[in-house]
């Protein structure tokens, strides 16, 4: 009974201290604030146009899904959280200009967002064709598109990027190069390039701008180009950078910015949090006044239940959204159904005659098993949903299946030691009351 009792007493300790650190950093507007997405907080709405002139008809839809990803992994990069970016094709029937569409929580600035997104470079190798060497640009110093022939190497069949220096710079001084190694597909393009084109020149393009032309002195057959142009070792580690987080398969050019207020509002939040705290009064209510002391112990269950999600909130961090507060409110309604399911054990247990601890290991024990495979059936369906789903589904099923682990946790582990740290006995008066249920006295 001591060390039952200790656990109760060490549970209601960490429960306060975790309660504190919910309560003192929310509103600092810190590292552990709730973040809210784009519904909750606003944010930044970009859309960019994407040029696939140059992507065969059947490979389109690839190429923008990859280049759905690439965008996304870059914005959660930079530790936007819970970012929507898609894809969209304008005109009636579906026809008109391919678009990626950005939206970016919490972000109100529109050039900090477009920073966000940054400059990710499209790097292009181009042949240049015979007796063109000399008029590679115009007379406005921009470059000549009859000079140039298309390879079909670019920087989405790159690999890795890495900084490298290169010799032959003024002073004897060691200038940074880039390396660039391109994946099975790319290498052997470019290996074949290289073999059929000593001699000549080979064109580098980053977001259009001719950045370098060497001669191809011999066949490369490994697969490394080396990137050499006016680049400090600055410029040329965020190069490096950006191509690593994703070299676009598609260029664009960004057409449209908008900042977007939250779509529920500041009232809308105060009123759902209004609603929730009405439900959980009546529910409690409910609760004690239904299964008396397993209806106590089931509330401060849940408020510690409740006390622990908010804190993992804030330290994964979540990013709360429509979405995410609706999983968290079902996940809720699951760790209520638990206990329910623990009461009514327990009162069959109680209804044999049992002694008062051994009905509450025994009921317990009996609700575990329906309990655990409820939340297992739970925990699966969060997993696909996180697996398959977009970033908004991803956000529900992440919550969701925090919210059923903790649920389950809480109703198992802290009500039964609850319980069993009162030590009543069924056989008093008070605790024949206390531990019965509905209308029976």
């Known amino acids: 009974m001591f060390k039952v009792r200790y656990s109760a007493v060490t549970i209601l300790i960490l429960s306060a201290l975790v309660g504190y650190f919910v309560w003192t950093t929310t509103g600092t507007d ?7 997405g784009l519904d909750l907080s606003g944010g930044t709405h970009l859309v960019y146009s ?18 759905r990803e690439v965008i996304e992994r870059r914005v959660n ?3 936007v959280g819970e970012p929507v970016v898609q894809t969209q094709q304008g005109g ?9 569409v950005v939206e970016l929580p919490g972000v109100t600035d529109v050039d900090e967002a477009v920073k966000m997104i940054g400059e990710t470079p499209l790097l292009e190798f181009k042949l240049v064709k015979q007796g063109m060497e000399s008029a590679l640009v115009d007379e406005t110093g921009n470059p000549n598109p009859d000079a140039f022939t298309d390879t079909g190497l670019t920087g989405a069949l790159l690999s890795r990027a890495a900084l490298e220096f290169g010799s032959g710079s003024q002073l004897g001084i ?3 190069v880039v390396r660039v190694d391109f994946n099975s597909e790319g290498s052997k393009i470019f290996s074949d390039l290289t073999r059929d084109n000593v001699g000549r020149f080979i064109a580098i393009f980053l977001d259009g701008n001719l950045i370098s032309a060497p001669v191809v002195q011999d066949h490369i057959s490994n697969g490394t180009a080396i990137i050499s142009g006016n680049f400090d070792a600055d410029s040329a580690r965020e190069l490096v950078r950006n191509l690593n987080l994703g070299a676009l398969p598609v260029p664009i050019e960004l057409v449209s910015t908008q900042t977007i207020g939250a779509t529920l509002g500041g009232e809308a ?10 439900g959980f009064v009546a529910l409690s209510i409910f609760m004690i006044l239904w ?10 269950s849940l408020l510690i239940y409740i006390v622990f999600m908010l804190a993992l909130f804030k330290l994964i961090p979540v990013v709360l959204t429509a979405a995410g507060i609706a999983a968290f409110i079902l996940s809720v309604g699951l760790a209520v159904d638990a206990n329910v399911l623990i009461a009514e054990r327990l009162k069959e247990e109680l209804a044999e005659d049992k002694r008062a601890e051994e009905a509450i290991r025994e009921g317990f024990r009996r609700a575990w098993l329906a309990i655990r495979d409820t939340n297992i059936t739970h925990i699966i369906a969060a997993v696909i949903l996180f697996w398959f789903g977009t970033s908004i589904i991803k956000g529900f099923a992440l919550v969701f299946g925090f919210g059923v682990i903790v649920s389950m946790l809480s109703a198992i582990t802290i009500s039964r030691t609850f319980l069993l740290a009162l030590g009543l006995s069924e056989e008093s008066k008070m605790g024949h ?8 006295k």
């Open 92 to 100: 009636a029937l579906g026809t008109g200009e391919h678009r990626l």
């Open 269 to 278: 939040v105060e009123a759902g949090l209004a609603a929730g705290l009405i």
């Open 291 to 300: 299964y008396r002391l397993p209806g106590v112990v089931a509330v401060a």
């Open 50 to 67: 994407a040029d696939i002139s140059k992507v065969p008809a059947a490979e389109v839809q690839d190429s923008l899904a990859s280049l």
């Open 30 to 36: 810190g590292r552990f604030d709730f973040k809210l």
């Open 77 to 79: 990069a930079f530790g």
């Open 433 to 440: 009351f206390l531990l019965r249920s509905g209308l029976r």
């Open 174 to 176: 060691a200038q940074p």
